[in-house]
């Protein structure tokens, strides 16, 4: 059943060099991808550190306020460590995956074979899209708790 799935190997009839050379562009794309997700990662981490409330007006110092704002606080960093770790797992993951493939193809290469990248791919679309959906989600359940209470 799972034979169908299976990723064909193809011949490689044309120029080696530039082959090899497609190969690393491609490895340097999977980097660049991985490398953006850990960037957005540590950017979210960092900015989630700003009170931008508190920045922006002066309260005043009510010790009943401050204890239940500290625990709104750390409901959100909680929120907030997920998606850091998930985005830095996704960059992780997708620099391995870049790094794998590449040296796999070299490998096939030197023997005049192929293999597309097929899973790839789609793997890494299915992770943004469920980084895109559950983004969006804890946007509109935050904003629907914001509104109803």
Known sequence: MFSRLKTPILKNTGSVARDHLASERTLLAWL???????ALGIAVERFSKLDIPTLQT???HDTISKA???AKHIKKEDKTQELVFTLLGTGGCTIAYGTTRYFSNMGLLERGLFKPAFYGAGGLSIAVAGLTGAAYWGVVRDAENRKGG
């Open 68 to 70: 239940g704002e500290h």
């Open 32 to 38: 660049r991808t991985g490398l953006g997700f850990i």
């Open 58 to 60: 002066p309260q005043p």
